[in-house]
């Protein structure tokens, strides 16, 4: 079962657009909600993470939007650049339990043309 | 470099024969991370160790699959018996403090052919 699903699975933009990428998830004990940028032959990096008790977070061009009834929570990335090609997973987790682990999503790949 | 070290970044094996992955984290991290990535897929938990304890282990961790850190500093992967389902990236990640909440930082991977 995917307690976390992505979509879109590719997306095209051209540069100075806007990139969207949504997640949702089932699991309501999840309370971290983290971004992560993979290049090819790398591992996934941090982007930005958001935890459930606020609605939106930005860091620079890229913005988190949480909307906990709905559970579903997106990333948005302004003013979208060549350099920003890449896949973008979600991914969630809880402190409940003591469980470490993240669970992701199947990931998005951003092609953002020149 | 003082980010998280795997080795080797490529294994070619056939089906059948054991294989074993390193993995050095930053080395102030007291936390290590192993998922599994298949083509088109997320990352997938397998096991996590505090130290030199694995505390969690996914159900995706089968007999035929065996993690350590014992010392609490790098760890290893080892498959036993290798499927071609296996082949994936192994990813390893650290984490200086308790939940995925304080960052993880994970390491180019290893990547397995079963062939």
């Known amino acids: 079962q995917q307690q976390v699903k992505q979509s879109p699975q590719s997306l095209i933009v051209q540069k100075g657009g806007i990139s969207i990428i949504n997640c949702a998830y089932e699991n309501t004990a999840f309370d971290y909600f983290p971004w992560y940028q993979q290049f090819p032959g790398k591992g996934p990096a941090l982007l930005i993470a958001i935890r459930p008790d606020v609605s939106e977070k930005k860091e620079g061009r890229f913005t988190i939007s949480f909307n906990k009834s709905a559970k579903q929570f997106s990333l948005h990335i302004m003013d979208s650049q060549p350099g920003d090609s890449a896949t973008y997973f979600c991914?969630?987790?809880?402190?409940?339990?003591?469980?470490?682990?993240?669970?992701f999503g199947k990931g998005t790949k951003l092609t953002v043309n020149p | 470099d003082t980010g998280v070290s795997q080795d080797p970044r490529h294994k070619i094996t056939k089906r059948g024969q054991n294989v074993t992955f390193r993995c050095d984290p930053i080395?102030?991290?007291?936390?290590l991370y192993w998922y599994r990535q298949t083509l088109g897929q997320g990352p997938e938990f397998l096991t996590y160790?505090?130290?030199?304890?694995?505390?969690?282990k996914s159900r995706l961790l089968s007999d035929r699959f065996s993690a350590e850190r014992p010392k609490g500093s790098f760890s290893t992967l080892e498959i036993q018996r290798t499927e071609q389902g296996d082949s994936a990236m192994y990813l390893c990640?650290?984490?200086?403090?308790?939940?995925?909440?304080?960052?993880?930082?994970f390491g180019s991977g290893t990547r397995l052919t079963v062939v």
């Open positions: 991914a969630a987790s809880s402190t409940q339990g003591g469980s470490e682990k993240l669970v």
């Open positions: 160790f505090q130290n030199e304890a694995q505390l969690e």
């Open positions: 080395s102030e991290h007291n936390r």
């Open positions: 990640a650290s984490s200086s403090r308790g939940r995925p909440s304080y960052g993880y930082t």
